[in-house]
Each structure stands twice: as C-alpha cells, then as structure tokens.
C-alpha cells in the first residue's frame, strides 16, 4: 500500500505560544520528508477533525502524526479508519512543563516530531487475527458452588451457553451446609434458598451441568478452549470460549492449630465448619453427650491473622460466628454466649449484625490470645480482657467454637516445578537470564496443557495471582477468570457479587476475541505478536517469560504462540534474543528508530540527552501529570512510552548509548509481591535484563551508571521533577558520552 | 488472678432497671465526655465492662457510682444508645441493695408489688396507730392536733422511729465504708478521716460536684429537692416542738415558718420539674423511669402536698378536715421515711457524701504515705 506521511501540529493549549510553530513545520516536512504538514489553533475540534479529513479524503493522507495533546486524551476525537495515527505529545510532555520559548524546549518538540515520525513510517495498520478453528462463544463454569452457580445463570441471562462442572454429586458447594445465612441487608439471619439457585440452574437450557465430574484436560485458548470433562467413565469435550473458575475453598485444618485452642483435647472444642453440619443436621447439642448447650464460647481468629498458620484473614467467620451464637440464642434464650475476638470484622452495612448480637445479650470480649482448658465434660477459656484490664475466665462452658478459616482450593497439590520432568541435556547458558518461576501448583482443577504448568500460576498462599489492585477476577491465563472463595476469601453476598464479576469478563473476553482483539488491559488491541520462526534458535525465553503462559512450544521446541491467548504485553518482543518477535505497531525497530531520530548536540554544546523508556501505563502518565501540574522537569530527557517496561529489549540500550545519548532512565511499575505492573512480570523481566546489561558495558568501559531502572507509581509525579535532575547531575559527573559523534 | 465472668449479673440488673448496657462496643466517649470522671477515677464505661463480665466483687468495691451525679451528658454523646448514665443509675441501685444487709432494698428494686404491699402496709399500719393511740378528746372547736396526738407523743415515735432508721442505715453506711475503703479501712489514721470531715459536710449542703456538670439545671432541682427535704426531715423529727403548734400562728416572717415555706416551694418545685420530666423523658436522667423513681416522687409530693393542705385547714381553723389529713399526711410521710432513706433511692443521701469523703480520706492517705502506697501499688 501506498503510503502518505502528514503532520499535524496543534498550535491551542498553549503551544502555539511556547514554541516556534514554524521551524517545527519545517522538521516536519525538511527531517521527516513529510508530503503534508498543517497546523490548527483548535485541531481536536471539529474543524480541525475535518482539515484532517479533509487530507484522508482529498489528499491521500494515510499515515498522520498528530503533534498535539498526550496520547492518554483525545483518542476518540483523532481516531480515523485505516489510518496509522501517531500522536506526539507536544503538550503535557513539552510546553507545559517546560519553559516556553526557550531554545531546550523548542529542541525537545522538533525530537518528538522527529521520533513520531520515525516510528509512524514503521508502524502498518493491524491486521485482527482469525484462527483456523471456529470461534466459540460458550462459557465453562468450574465449580457448582455459590459464585459457579449464580455466574452460569448470569451467563446464561446474557444469552451465552454454559457448560457448568461439578466435582460432588449435588450442585451447591459449601452452602449446601449451611441452614442459615448472614447477608444483606444484615438484619437478621435468612434461611439459605440455595435451592432455588440449584433449580434455576437445572432448569436452564442454555447451562449444561456435569455433576461428580471433573476438568480432565483444557487446551487452546480464549474462544478456541478444547475442553474434556470426564463423567463417570466417559468424556465428553466441548468447545469453549472463556472459562469461570469457581472451585471454592477447604476448611483450614483444625489438626494445625495451636495447642492452646484444644481442638483434639475435647470432643466439645470444635470449628465452625463442624458447628454448621451440626445445626443443619438439627439441634445444637454438647457432642460429647448430646445434652443442651448452656453455656458456649466462640474464639475467633483460631490460626488466622497469624503467619505460623494462616496468615490472612477469612473475612466471614466474624460473621458466622455471630450467626451461631444468635442461633445457640434462639434455641435457648437463657444460654450464656460469649465470642472472644482478636477485633471484630463486620464492615459496612455488617454492622448492623453485630448490633444484633449485642440485643440478643452475646458478650463480647477482646483478647488476642485466649486459652482452652479442658476439665471432663466442662471448658473453661481464659482470656485477658482488654476492654476491663483483667484475667477472665469463662467457666463450665459446653461447647468452644474455633473461627477456623478458607483454604482456596487452588492451593492443594505439588509445587509444578518439583514435578515437571528436568530436560537433563541442557547445560545453562553462561548468559542466560534467569527468570524467577511462578508458584503453579498442580491442584487438578483446570488441567491446562499449557508449557507453564496446569493450573493458575498464584501470588500469595495458593489464591490466583490476579493483580488483585487493578483488576478483580482476572487470573495470569487470558480467558480464564476467578469468581468466589477461590479468589479470595468471601462471604455469600460477595460471592454473587464476584461470579457477576466474573461472568461480566468472561463475556467481555469472548465478545472482543471474537473480533480479533485483545483484552483487558489492552482491550481493543488489533496487533498480536508475530514470530519470524526462521531465525528462531530456540531458546525458550519467550515461552519462558511470557506472564499469561500464551506460548507453547512443539515436539522441537519451536514456540506455539496462541494469539487468543495474549494480553499484548510484548513481554516475549523484549525477552527474545533474536529480536524475532514484532506487532505490526509495535517492534524493536520502530522504537530504535525513535531513538535514533534523537538529535544529538555535539558534546561541546553541554546538552546532554537522556531517553526515559517508560511505562505506558503508570510512568507515562506520571509524566503527564507533571505537565497537567505545571511543574517543570529536566530539559534534556525524550520520553518513549512503552507497552510495557517489560518489552525492553537490550538493544534498545545499545542504540542510545551507541548514538551518543548519556543516559537511559527505565521507569516501570512496582513489582514483588506488591506488585503493580499492569502485565505483572514486565518491570521485573525488565530488571532482571537490565542486571546482564550492567556487566556487558561495565566490560565495554561504559559505566553502567549511564543506565538507571526505578519503580514508580501513577501518584508518584510528585518526585519526578527530582529524580530526572538526579540523575542528570549523576550524568555531568560521569561526563559526557564517549559515543557521542561517531 | 483471673476472675471468673458471671453472666447472670447482667440478666439480675435487667430488674434494677439495666437496658441498654449490652449495646455498649467500649468506645470510650462516654468517659471523655463526663466532666466527672478522672484519670483515678474513671467512669462510665469500666461499669459497663464490668456488668457485661458480672464482676460483682468489682463493683461493690467501687466508689466510681456515686461521683455520677447522672447528667446525662454521657448518653447523650454516646454513639450506640448505651444510655451509660443510666448504666452508672442502675449500678447505684445495685449498690444499694449490696450494702442492704436486711435484704429488703434488693426486693424494694427488683419487685414492684412488693414495693407497692410494703408502702401500702406500713401505711396502713401508721393510719390504725394513730386511730388507736390517740388522747380520744379531739378539739372539735378549733383545729388543734396536739389535742388528739400531743406533740410530746408524736416527738417520742419520732424519735423511735429516727433511731431505727439511723440504725438501719448507719449500718448499711458502714458496710458501704468497708466496701469502698477494703484493706485501707482500719490503716488508714483516724486524723485524716478527722482532717477531712469538713468536706463530708461541705458536699452534703452545697453538692458542689454536681455544679461541675454541664446541665446546671439538673443540679438545682437536686439541690432544692435535697435542702428542702432535709430541713423539712429537721423540722418534723428534731423540731417538732416547735413544728406542731396549734395555738399562736407564728408571724409570718418567724424562722420555723420561713423554713417551711422554703422547704414546701423546693420540694414541690423540684418534684414537679422532675415529673413533668420524666413524662415527657426531657432528658436522659429522665427518660428511664425505674418504678422506685416515680414512688419517691409521689410519695414526696403527695407528703408536701398534704402538709399544705393542714397548714391551710389549720390557718383556718377547721378541725374535722384537719386531723383527717393529719392521719393521711402521716400515711404518706411515715411509709416514705422508713422505706426511702435506709433501703431505697433516700439512701444515695448519706452514701454519696460518705463515699466522696472516703476517697478524700483515700487520697490523703496515699498522698503523705507515698512509699507504703508505691509498696502496696508494686503487690
Ligand atoms: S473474619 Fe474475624 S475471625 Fe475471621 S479472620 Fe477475620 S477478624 Fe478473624
Ligand atoms: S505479547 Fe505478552 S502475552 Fe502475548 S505472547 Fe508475548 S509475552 Fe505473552
Ligand atoms: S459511649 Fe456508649 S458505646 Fe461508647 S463506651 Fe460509652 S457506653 Fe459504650
């Protein structure tokens, strides 16, 4: 296809009055060749939208650099049909935080028109991508629990065909034991209508239910899933689109906790997961001799909160622990109840169950590490009351209930790591990056053929990893989405709240696949990675470092991308040594272009140049906000978003380095546990290249200084300004780049 | 040592009128919020604490119930409708019945028919007494009461009847003392309860304490209802004689007459300001009306009320009308004395003051004594 390069240079929003509009036309059309190049006091307006078209229609324009606001606003405004759309940010990033009419600032604008311009002529238009297969729409629900039921109605309400699998006999999950439940508006205790649930499910032809079956197998990817269900004996497989994962939870085992809590000393100590199955088998009685419960103590927080055992807290058991005691209440008004808590847990509109409790005459007392002593049939719990001062004792109690918490269910069976077979021939690589494995356990729930392990790779104590800040429901395998306990621990209205959650995505997942495009959080992205397999040495970096596991590999260990599969992070673009990996708008070529339209002055000019690589995603608009402020910073950076910190490609660093530029500064996202890269692993990767890169220039004599790596955060503007001068004074000191002129 | 909880306290308060106590989640705000509480002496909130655990022991070792001269501020403030100021009420009246060694002001609180058969019998008791021990020659020309119960006889049943009812509640008062004071009662030098027995006096007349809450008005309707009951209690029992007259009216700016005014217009001010609150619950002091609150303030008005009617059937000298209402003013009056002051809500009159005085006599101790106190404090 013919190509037609036009530039657009914004003149409103005080650019016109900061910068020299005219030498900028001329870097347009003299450096960039540019065949048009127009400038509008209003181009985000309709007038201005239609110079443009007018350009598209009469003109031929297809590839457009609009040197205007950032990128972050106006996407809508200057969006035009098969065309390459290159914004230059020539507002927030130049003239409102920098000084206007200044020689630095006008020097900053022409790079940016130069570097836009460098990547725009790079960049084709997306072509979206079609599998050979058949696209399917249907969604499959895992777990016939609370959230699996209500997600696969919700599923279904939407107009999608679900195939719901249920490991018991019966659809229902834990509620099935529960008589009684606790949720809005929190006033009083409802009876559980589960059952309505369960037969609204049954009764729905748009959901197909296997029950006392299990996921044997999942390959492919979003709306090409490959799904065996195994069902007494046989196996049915189903095509699918996006998968909701609602396997729920275990009780934590009782056996582990401290002494001092006397499970196991008495029959009549017991969690509150036993207490339920009691109530909902009939009365609540003393187990050690079947009489009345006179007298009962709850302690909270048995092994919860606490890093020797469970080290989070279950969130619901404040709950059913005021629910129990108002139920021993209400069979035995008289009946002394006491609940013995570390701090009570019922936020918001909860609260008002707590009040409940209080008017039925529960006492309250808070202690942080009660004891259990057991005399025959009678407990007796000793407490410092934190509330009094004193050394309380509860005595002749009947029955002791331990506030034993949730296990997800995800995090049962072997580290995928001890259990994968060692590929024994291979001998690391001198130079190989080391990458740090995700925690996979092998939880036979989904059974996912993928290279990275089977299941959901998890973050902290076996729930999913799902960058929990930003993203509910979301999981690191694309097209796979937690809803309930399994994501996180949660009582019943959270639970129908997270499966609409997850239903919601699921859709949203199978809806934009469909089309070709990418999800969240690069929803609507028409590029997918394409991989030039000749030059491929194997070497599994990318199928390594991918963070969604969206790379297989073949018998020859060749990578099996599955496009439906990626988040578009780029990720594998700056794993891959070979720099095979491209997007149709993004490659390792179009930022090397960018960086090579840097001007560099001659070092006698005492300009320095520093490239910030940043994240598209926290770093740049970071950068942004220090325009919006109106702050200043440093007149010798030129800032090229990224994807992702984590498609930083090594070479990019040699480039710059190479072209005389002083300095790289790569702002990503926070990560570890905290972590807040948008694809999770990208600033990590990007850390961890960067560590090899140190050593190579420390060897080329180029001090590794020149190369600095920072976490920060959208809110983080604040410092910005601070730490640009920093390491630009770091800079001076080094003393200019030996590279520069050649 | 750890103390054993006793949830049944908590269920026996609910008959001393205890309600709202169980919504309590220990804020504090309560405490912050009374002018009364101090860094030693810290209330309402530990009572509330106390009753959710049934410390017992705890609370009859208290002083902290009587500093509360129940404002209401704290009700008022806090966020959960605990009524605290109630809480503090309910445990005075707890208090009293524990100091009650005859059992009988337990029975006054938790049992209204029995408060109701005691007042009724004791009345009907005085009413046969004074049909029965009479001289049998009314004057049926002028009203003169000493015609039919001469004042001599009267001041002798009174002072029977004061030796009992001192009996009875110095008694009780003692107990209040050992309970309060504990291990100190006997160390503590019999100079500092000397030292400090100016300051008994100096809260029984002005109840400058209560002055320091923010609702003055409550403390003037108690202050009236307080002076105008003592100096009316002082006029019948130890100033009879000069009381019950018949013959010369006094002048009317005579002391004994100024006083009986005085004491009419405070009392009856008083218990109409406090009736007419606790009907319509103006504020928190009144809004829980225990059924031994309202019998002392009818008792008190009715008492007030007849007493003004014989002044006016004796100013006009009619004698029928006159000894009838005698018989009934004694009815209401005797009934009210000797239940009230040693087992009912009379009582706080010599325990407040008694209890403020100890703790005076508590801190003088400690104050010159630091090296036994810090020993004591270390065990
Ligand atoms: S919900 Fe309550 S009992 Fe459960 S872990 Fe949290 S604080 Fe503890
Ligand atoms: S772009 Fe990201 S998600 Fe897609 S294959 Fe590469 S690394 Fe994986
Ligand atoms: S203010 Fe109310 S809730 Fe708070 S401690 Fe006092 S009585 Fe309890």
């Not at chain 2, 008694?354 to 004591?376: D, G, H, I, T």
Request: hydrophobic letters at 40%.
């Amino acid at each position: 296809m013919e190509t037609k390069l036009a530039v657009y240079i914004c003149t409103g929003c005080g650019i016109g009055e900061a910068l020299d509009i005219e030498a900028l036309s001329k870097v347009a059309t003299k450096d960039c060749k540019a065949p048009i190049c127009r400038n509008h006091p209003n181009l985000c307006s309709q007038d201005g939208v239609q110079l443009i078209k007018n350009d598209i229609a009469n003109e031929g324009a297809n590839v457009l650099v609009i040197a205007a606001c950032s990128p972050r606003v106006m996407y809508d405004v200057f969006a035009f049909d098969d065309c390459v759309v290159e914004r230059t940010n020539i507002r927030e990033q130049v003239v409102w935080c920098q000084k206007p009419n200044d020689e630095d600032t006008q020097m900053m604008a022409e790079d940016y028109v130069r570097m836009g311009a460098a990547k725009a002529k790079k960049t084709e238009l997306p072509e979206p991508y079609k599998p050979e297969q058949e696209m399917s729409k249907d969604i499959l629900v895992v777990g016939g629990g609370l959230a699996g039921l209500t997600a696969a109605l919700e599923a279904s309400k939407a107009g999608y065909q679900v195939v719901l699998v249920e490991k018991e006999a019966e659809l229902g999950g834990f509620q099935k034991k529960v008589a009684q439940k606790v949720t809005f508006p929190y006033k009083e205790l409802t009876a559980n209508d589960l059952n309505q649930l369960v037969q609204a499910v049954e009764s729905d032809s748009g959901i197909k239910v296997y029950t006392g079956a299990k996921v044997e197998k999942i390959s492919g990817g979003p709306c090409v899933f490959d799904v065996s269900i195994k069902q007494n004996g046989s196996t049915a497989e189903h095509h699918m689109g996006a998968i909701v994962l609602a396997a729920g939870w275990q009780p934590y085992d009782p056996a582990n906790l401290d002494g001092k809590l006397g499970y196991g000393a008495s029959p009549n100590v017991i969690t509150n997961v036993q207490f339920e199955e009691m109530f909902t088998s009939g009365a609540v009685v003393r187990p050690s001799d079947q009489t009345p419960v006179k007298n009962a103590a709850f302690l909270q927080c048995a092994g919860q909160r606490d890093p020797e055992y469970l080290p989070y807290c279950s969130s619901v058991c404040c709950f059913t622990a005021l629910k129990q005691a108002i139920q021993i209440k209400q069979q035995d008004p008289d009946a002394n109840v006491f609940v013995v808590y570390k701090e009570m847990r019922t936020p918001g509109q909860g609260e008002d169950f707590y009040r409940k409790a209080q008017q039925e005459g529960i006492v309250f007392v808070r202690c942080q590490s009660p004891e259990v002593m057991v005399q025959g049939s009678k407990l007796t719990v000793e407490a410092d009351d934190e509330l009094s001062g004193e050394k309380i004792l509860l005595a002749d109690l009947d029955l002791v209930v331990l506030a034993t918490g949730m296990v997800p269910a995800t995090a049962f069976g072997e580290d995928f790591k001890a259990v994968q077979p060692k590929e024994g021939e291979e001998k690391e690589k001198e130079d190989e990056i080391k990458v740090p494995a995700d925690a996979i356990l092998v939880s036979d729930i989904l059974n996912l053929e993928y290279r990275q392990g089977p299941e959901l790779p998890g973050l902290r104590y076996g729930f999913p990893d799902s960058h929990y800040i930003c993203f509910p429901y979301e999981s690191r395998r694309t097209g796979i989405y937690a809803a309930g306990c399994v994501r996180r621990p949660m009582g019943v209205a959270g639970a129908l709240e997270d499966a609409a959650g997850a239903a919601m995505k699921a859709i949203q997942c199978v809806e934009l696949t469909t089309r070709g495009a990418s999800v969240h959080p690069r929803a609507g992205d028409l590029s997918y990675p394409e991989f030039f397999m000749q030059r491929c040495t194997q070497c599994k970096r990318c199928t390594e470092e991918c963070p969604f596991g969206a790379i297989n590999e073949d018998e020859k260990a060749n990578p099996l991308p599955q496009p439906t599969r990626c988040r578009r992070c780029s990720v594998c673009m700056g794993a891959c040594p070979e720099r095979i990996i491209s997007f149709k708008n993004y490659s390792i070529a179009m930022i090397g272009d960018m960086i090579k339209a840097i001007e560099v002055p001659e070092e006698d000019e005492e300009k320095p140049r520093i490239v910030i690589l940043a994240c598209e995603n926290d770093a740049y608009p970071a950068l942004d906000m220090v325009g919006l402020r109106r702050m200043t910073y440093n007149a010798w950076v030129r800032v090229i978003p990224l994807r992702c910190l984590g498609s930083l490609n090594l070479v990019w660093i040699a480039d710059t380095l190479s072209k005389g530029i002083d300095g790289v500064f790569l702002l990503g996202c926070r990560h570890g546990d905290e972590y807040q890269c948008h694809f999770i692993k990208g600033s990590e990767l990007s850390e961890i290249r960067l560590s090899k890169v140190k050593e190579t220039l420390d060897r080329l004599v180029l001090e590794s200084d020149r190369v600095r790596f920072e976490m920060l955060s959208i809110a983080d503007c604040d410092r910005l300004p601070a730490l640009l001068d920093e390491f630009a004074a770091r800079l001076v000191e080094i003393g200019p780049n030996p590279y520069k002129g050649y | 040592m750890s103390v054993k909880v006793d949830p049944n306290v908590m269920k026996d308060l609910e008959a001393f009128g205890l309600k709202d106590a169980k919504k309590c989640y220990h804020c504090g705000n309560c405490t912050a919020i009374c002018p009364l509480s101090t860094p030693e002496n810290q209330f309402p909130r530990k009572f509330v604490r106390y009753i959710q655990l049934g410390q017992k022991d705890k609370i009859l070792q208290s002083p902290e119930p009587w500093l509360c001269y129940y404002c209401g501020d704290c009700s008022l403030k806090c966020p959960r409708g605990a009524d605290p100021g109630e809480t503090m009420m309910v445990t005075r009246r707890y208090l009293t019945s524990l100091y009650d060694w005859t059992g009988f002001a337990r029975k006054f609180y938790t049992s209204e028919r029995f408060e109701i058969m005691a007042i009724s019998i004791v009345a009907l008791l005085v009413g046969i007494g004074l049909l029965v021990f009479n001289t049998g020659k009314p004057d049926w020309q002028h009203a003169s009461l000493n015609s039919l119960w001469p004042k001599e006889n009267i001041e002798l049943a009174d002072l029977g009847m004061a030796a009992v009812l001192s009996f009875l509640l110095l008694s009780n008062v003692f107990r209040c003392f050992r309970f309060v004071m504990g291990d100190l009662a006997y160390k503590v030098p019999f100079k500092y309860y000397m030292d400090q027995a100016k300051e008994l006096i100096l809260h029984t007349v002005t109840q400058k304490r209560f002055n320091e809450c923010t609702d003055r008005k409550q403390w003037l309707v108690h202050l009236l209802i307080m002076t105008g009951y003592s100096s009316v209690f002082l006029l019948v029992v130890v100033f009879l004689r000069w009381f019950q007259r018949d013959q010369e009216i006094y002048s009317i700016w005579h002391p004994v007459r100024l006083v009986g005014y005085y004491a009419t217009f405070a009392i009856m001010y008083g218990t109409t300001y406090a009736i007419i609150g606790r009907l319509r619950k103006s504020k928190p002091p009144y809004k829980n009306s225990h059924p031994t609150d309202w019998m002392f303030l009818i008792l008190l008005q009715l008492t007030t009320m007849t007493g003004i009617f014989i002044h006016f059937t004796r100013l006009l000298d009619w004698p029928f009308a006159t000894y009838f209402l005698y018989v009934i003013h004694m009815m209401v009056a005797i009934p009210m004395l000797v239940l009230e002051v040693p087992f009912a809500k009379w009582a706080h009159l010599a325990y407040r003051p008694v209890v403020l005085y100890l703790l005076k006599v508590k801190a003088q101790y400690q104050q010159e004594q630091p090296a036994e106190a810090s020993v004591a404090v270390a065990a």
